[in-house]
């Protein structure tokens, strides 16, 4: 009998060794089979810009600015593709790819005769930018900017950067940091052979201020302090800081007029730095520089970016909208001023739209969200070009100066962005969730500004993805029946267009802002889950943008209820409309104020989703709005909360003085517990799905830390769990922590959805 247990046993270990081997074969086949899908997704390049050349001459080019993932390198390669055309547009011809990646920004002359390049190089483990100047024949002019040490470096950011030559095609403008002033130890001992260089050095140098806090402007704007207005000259070869500006502000997005003066956007970074990145309500002007003497062109109290001029100089045109204790993205007006006229006159050309305005064609329009092109006027500076998400899409748009009118520029279900805007000649980009980039160029006739039909040529075919035949995105609304003042919001199906009832798991991806959207443009990893054998439904919540400012204020003290609420019904009305959906397999997936809802979803709902991945999710906000790098992140709270809290808290905004000490706190601690009660942290104890927490070390817009409380609180009540630690910051966009990170997201999913579990 013992001999028969003795065999019996070892019978069994030898299943079980056979069943693990078997399943470590498994996982690593699988992990190299989703190594091998990441691999050929990055091969697809997208496109980031197109500059249209030499429209006179009746032939022209358009040159296409790419960037594709370079895993070897573990960075972004970036390359310049040029396509000649024909007259009437036909493609002529199209250049290999020109390797570009060390090219921070580039410019050409008005006349088309000189390019000018800010490029960044290693020279003997030293990082260094230099400006070069090229003709059509050869290499002109290099300036080394450290060298020349006039400023730090140029700021080559999308939130302030310039680089513009001016109209007589001799001088380079563009912001860069302020040279602030050497500083040493208290005790410093000293060489005793001293050139007249070093000493120069030693006496400009100040003592004991190598320690000093200096703010900057947060979230991947680290290191930007005090930017300044300079000029390269390349004629005499000088490089000059513009006075002027006021010491308690900082410009960016600089441009010349006409006459060469400077108009610019300036923020207010007095008292304090609030983080800028896709924060569009910081206290901002235009301003123009003339002569030395700087004067605000914008209200007061408001917030501008994209100021552009027309073609005969005549005309500025901005984007504004409301700052202060409101959403930290919303719709935008678009606001005109006639630089002739000596007066202070603007005139609002779009206004902030509400719900939603019908445009001509009986078109519904939700206002503008994004920033308008660098060239977006028409040859006569009577139409303006632009494009902003609306709803589920990227839209684009014409509007005429004069009437106001707004039409939409005809287009499939695709998106579709302008890029540029030369001679009535329009570079557009197309995507959408099944297609990569692809390159598009159209002719604005005048009858187009009422039909919105202009012909467009693909210039470029985009790739096409094996797997894809077989997939469909579907953009879905659902309205409430109920009382609430915003009833609608949408989202995408992406995934497979059929098969067997309940065989086909998904998962359910909120975005994170909370004031942005989900569009219909490719995305590497939507389409990695998909080709992996899932469907994603991204859901555009009520607070999402694209859908008028009522939406996005909506949210406003409803966070972790009404965006919850609605990423339910999401999910709940994605099952009855796709069959082949697998109810009771269902994953979620997050950051930031997505990987908020993620949190919260498994904890409100913990019997509907088997699997989570929260990306730098935020946990609880009474803890994070202090050290995030935008303190003023209270969306548990409404506006008029918000407004009492400015005025109690930060009193310097609202011109009183407060002494913290002293101060009302019962008022503030309320505030605090409110801000608690609608956060993640509060439904912990319910979560019940096994959930992977990836944090970026470098974050500064949801410090690590909320997501290392979340990873301890689901380990003390033993939820499974895991937590990825990323040298990055918000985004984990770096090519390591990006390839780590979604094929990690992917085995989770897979392992805690699969039938088996």
């Not at 060469?260 to 235009?286: F, M």
């Not at 919540?541 to 694209?546: D, I, V």
């Not at 609420?565 to 994953?587: H, N, V």
Request: net charge neutral; aromatic share 10%; hydrophobic share 35%.
């Amino acid at each position: 009998m013992s001999s028969f247990i003795s065999l019996n046993k070892f019978f069994l270990i030898e299943q079980c060794t056979i069943v693990q081997n078997n399943c470590v074969q498994r996982a690593s086949l699988q992990v190299k089979e989703l190594v091998n899908l990441y691999k050929s997704l990055a091969a697809y390049p997208s496109l980031s810009s197109a500059q249209i050349l030499g429209t006179t001459s009746g032939r022209l080019s358009i040159q296409g600015s790419w960037s594709q993932r370079n895993l070897e390198r573990k960075t972004d390669q970036r390359f310049l593709q040029n396509y000649d055309l024909n007259s009437d547009l036909t493609p002529v011809s199209i250049g290999f790819p020109v390797d570009i990646t060390t090219e921070l920004m580039s410019t050409l002359t008005k006349n088309e005769e000189r390019r000018a390049v800010l490029r960044q190089v290693t020279i003997d483990n030293s990082t260094k930018q230099f400006i070069e100047i090229w003709d059509k024949q050869h290499f002109v002019k290099n300036y080394d900017l450290s060298a020349l040490d006039v400023h730090g470096d140029v700021y080559t950011d999308m939130e302030f950067r310039s680089f513009e030559w001016s109209p007589d095609n001799t001088k380079i403008l563009y912001i860069a940091e302020k040279k602030l002033p050497k500083s040493e130890p208290f005790y410093k001992q000293k060489s005793l052979d001293k050139k007249d260089k070093e000493k120069k050095e030693d006496d400009e140098a100040t003592v004991g201020n190598e320690y000093i806090y200096k703010p900057h402007w947060g979230e991947q704007l680290v290191g930007k302090h005090r930017p300044v207005v300079a000029v390269l000259d390349t004629t005499m070869d000088t490089i000059t800081v513009l006075p002027g500006i006021p010491d308690e502000l900082s410009p960016g997005q600089v441009i010349w007029t006409k006459d060469q003066d400077i108009i610019g956007v300036a923020w207010k970074h007095e008292p304090i730095y609030l983080g800028i990145t896709a924060c569009t309500n910081r206290y901002s002007w235009i301003f123009v520089l003339k002569n030395g003497e700087y004067r605000n062109l914008s209200d007061e109290g408001c917030a501008v970016h994209s100021p552009r001029i027309s073609p005969d100089g005549n005309y500025l045109v901005w984007l504004q909208r409301e700052t202060g204790a409101v959403p930290h993205h919303n719709v935008h007006k678009l606001i005109l001023r006639d630089l002739r006229m000596e007066k202070d006159h603007t005139i609002e050309i779009v206004e902030a739209v509400g719900t939603s305005k019908t445009i001509n064609h009986s078109k519904q329009f939700y206002g503008i969200y994004g920033r308008l092109p660098r060239r977006c006027w028409s040859d006569d500076s009577q139409y303006l070009f632009f494009s902003t998400p609306q709803k589920n899409n990227i839209v684009s748009y014409i509007v005429n100066i004069n009437t106001k009118d707004i039409t939409e520029i005809k287009n499939d279900k695709s998106s579709l962005s302008v890029l540029d805007v030369k001679g009535n000649v329009i570079a557009f980009l197309n995507t959408s969730l099944l297609q990569p980039s692809s390159l598009m160029v159209g002719r604005f006739e005048n009858e187009a500004a009422n039909s919105g039909d202009i012909p467009k040529i693909a210039l470029t075919t985009p790739m096409k993805i094996p797997g894809f035949e077989e997939m469909m995105y579907e953009q879905n609304e659902y309205s409430y029946n109920n009382d609430d003042s915003i009833k609608q919001f949408n989202y995408i199906y992406f995934g497979r267009k059929s098969g067997k009832v309940q065989s086909v798991p998904f998962i359910v991806i909120p975005h994170g802002g909370p004031h942005s959207s989900f569009a219909n443009t490719f995305s590497l990893e939507s389409a990695f889950f998909i080709l992996a054998g899932f469907a994603v439904v991204l859901v555009n919540y009520r607070g999402s943008t694209g859908m008028g400012s009522a939406t996005v204020e909506y949210l406003q003290g409803k966070v972790g209820n009404v965006d919850v609420k609605d990423c339910i019904t999401a999910t709940q009305e994605t099952i009855k409309k796709y069959p082949w959906l697998d109810s009771k397999r269902i994953g979620l997936c997050g950051g930031s104020h997505g990987g908020f809802l993620v949190a919260h979803l498994s904890g409100q709902a913990p019997d509907l989703f088997k699997a989570v991945v929260a990306k730098n999710p935020v946990i609880d906000i009474s803890t994070m709005f202090g050290t995030s790098d935008i303190p003023d992140c209270r969306n548990a709270l409404t506006k008029e909360e918000k407004i009492a809290y400015l005025r109690n808290v930060c009193g310097v905004e609202a011109g009183i003085l407060y002494n913290i000490i002293t101060g009302p706190w019962p008022e503030d601690i309320d505030m605090l517990v409110k801000m608690r009660k609608c956060s993640p942290i509060i439904h912990v104890d319910k979560v019940k799905a096994p959930t992977l927490v990836c944090i970026g070390t470098k974050d500064l817009r949801v410090p690590s830390s909320q997501g290392t409380m979340w990873y301890n609180r689901l380990k003390i009540n033993k939820v499974k769990t895991k937590m990825l630690v990323y040298d990055d910051n918000h985004q984990l966009s770096t090519a390591s922590a990006e390839i780590d990170h979604i094929i990690n997201d992917c085995l989770w999913l897979l392992e805690h959805t699969s039938k088996e579990s």
